[in-house]
């Protein structure tokens, strides 16, 4: 072995494809959750949230700007501060998908780059000063 964790050996990619779509997921059963997890109704959300999962395929990528821009600053040893943008950043990128899957994917995928620049702006000005 090299001496990396399992996340660094397996785990990162899994995780930079899925936390858009998962954060997307979470933030649906947190708005729709209460009616949702009644008794009688758990059954059919669970089959829609199956069903809708392919639809979010496509906002796998969207999400790799922002991940990738925390690697590099994880990379360069600022690993709190990287964990804690990624959460921040990610969180505000979820929160802006639903106005801007309104206007399409293209939109949402713009908003990703966007809030993931001040991870990249942070990373070079890091590797720059040493």
Do not use: H, K, N
Request: glycine share 12%.
């Amino acid at each position: 072995m090299d001496g990396r964790g399992w996340m660094a050996r397996r785990g990162f990619w899994p995780l930079a494809l899925l936390w858009l779509p998962a954060g997307i997921v979470a933030q649906a059963a947190a708005r729709f959750g209460p009616d949702a997890v009644a008794a009688d109704r758990l059954g059919p959300w669970l089959a829609m949230v199956a069903m809708e999962g392919l639809s979010l395929a496509p906002l796998m990528p969207c999400g790799l700007p922002l991940a990738l821009g925390c690697r590099r600053l994880w990379r360069l040893g600022y690993r709190r501060g990287a964990r804690s943008s990624g959460v921040a950043l990610g969180a505000a990128t979820v929160m802006v998908t639903l106005p801007a899957g309104l206007l399409g994917l293209v939109a949402v995928a713009a908003w990703a780059v966007l809030l993931s620049l001040p991870v990249w702006i942070a990373w070079l000005w890091l590797a720059r000063r040493g």
